[in-house]
């Protein structure tokens, strides 16, 4: 073997792995072909319409972002207002702070605030891939920590949770 000989082999199996990944997303994202663009619409609060459930106000408009930067951030997809593509819209139908853990005089030393987001999903070009869904995650806290101090974090690591999961239903099929 000549060292000319292993070159052409090295660089003929680099090119082979390089034209196999010629179609992967690094976002596992599998959009239909012609699909350009997708449509965010408002998610409605209406947490405060469930027994035990809270009404938070901002988290309708915190979310509705949260959903159109994900996917603007992992898809080359455009952000439209109308006539969309692909089209999410829903409803935040509970906000939820519950005891997780007691201590030994029978008072929380841990709470969770849960939310849990009913999504409609619509697939102009492959209508097969529609659904609706819920989804959810939640945070745990000190219970000696009101909401307030760390509402900001846990919003921010539900949606992280909730967008991400509703990225992989709708495009990434996990």
Known sequence: MTLNFKTRIYFGLLTLIFLGCGSYSFTGASIPEGTKTFQVNFFENDAGNNIGSIFEPGIDRDFTQALQNILQNQT????????????????????????????????????????????????????????????????????????????????????ERITQDIFNASLAKW
């Open 76 to 159: 080359n997809l455009q952000l439209t207002s109308i006539d969309g593509d692909l089209v999410y819209e829903g409803e935040i139908i509970e906000y939820r702070v519950s005891p997780m853990t007691a201590t030994s005089d029978l008072t929380a030393s841990q709470n969770r605030l849960s939310v849990v987001i009913n999504v409609r999903f619509v697939n102009i070009k492959k209508e097969d891939d529609s659904f609706e869904r819920r989804f959810s995650f939640y945070y745990d806290y000190p219970a000696e920590v009101q909401l307030l101090n760390i509402k900001s974090e846990a919003h921010d690591i539900i949606f």
